[in-house]
């Protein structure tokens, strides 16, 4: 209610930069619109574009090579960038943009392997959390899991119960994971704070409460055990 007085308020040069800020970084911006808004040169509308999944190949390609890094941190992130663009910023010298691409879930395996690597501890420890975070799905495939669709027993409520995390870290986890469109687990063991085992362990006692075959308390005790085993 309080949008209109104030953009009532501004001057035309603001009001005119304002709404170029929200076009840039809306994601139901037809392209041409976002090749234009490209030419404005500002920083703010460089740093939406770059997140805006909306914005064409060419656009993003062109703000990896922006002089900003923040706006190309933004690129690497962006699951519309092609493959062929995350290559080249994969060579980025600047440390921010590398922890970036280290972060993207969606990144190429091979990509991560090479940060992994890296001179930077920061990049190299977080492309090895990408990558355990990966090998997550690859050890759930491998045992034939399947997990029941429901709203009982979901995970982020049985890792708090059992005391491995609490709450606010599962806020935190659940944010990145819809933002980067994963599982909560992967997102979990991504950033570093429960592996792989555990959240296996986790995702079968749900199946088990959900199936009926184990009572939610039983669950908790178990995956609580698990943990401390480990």
Request: with cysteine.
């Amino acid at each position: 209610m309080l949008a209109v007085p104030i953009l009532q308020g501004m001057d035309a040069p603001v009001m005119k930069l304002h709404t170029t800020h929200l076009q840039a970084g809306n994601p139901l911006s037809a392209a041409d619109n976002l090749r234009k808004l490209l030419e404005t040169g500002d920083l703010e509308t460089r740093l939406r574009l770059a997140e805006n999944e909306a914005s064409p190949p060419d656009v993003l390609r062109t703000l990896s090579n922006d002089k900003d890094p923040e706006v190309r941190a933004g690129i690497a992130n962006n699951p519309s960038t092609t493959h062929n663009t995350l290559k080249c910023l994969a060579t980025d010298t600047h440390d921010d943009v590398r922890f970036s691409m280290a972060s993207n879930p969606h990144l190429p395996l091979a990509i991560l392997q090479g940060f992994s690597e890296d001179h930077n501890p920061y990049v190299s420890d977080r492309a090895h959390k990408t990558i355990d975070g990966l090998a997550l799905e690859l050890d759930l495939e491998e045992q034939g899991f399947v997990s029941l669709p429901g709203t009982h027993a979901r995970l982020g409520d049985l890792l708090v119960a059992s005391g491995i995390v609490d709450s606010k870290e599962i806020e935190f986890a659940v944010i990145f994971a819809k933002n980067a469109k994963i599982p909560l687990g992967r997102a979990l063991v991504q950033a570093g704070r429960i592996n792989r085992s555990t959240i296996v362990h986790a995702l079968k006692q749900q199946t088990l409460v959900r199936l009926g075959q184990v009572s939610l308390e039983m669950a908790i005790e178990n995956i609580s055990e698990y943990a401390r085993r480990q």
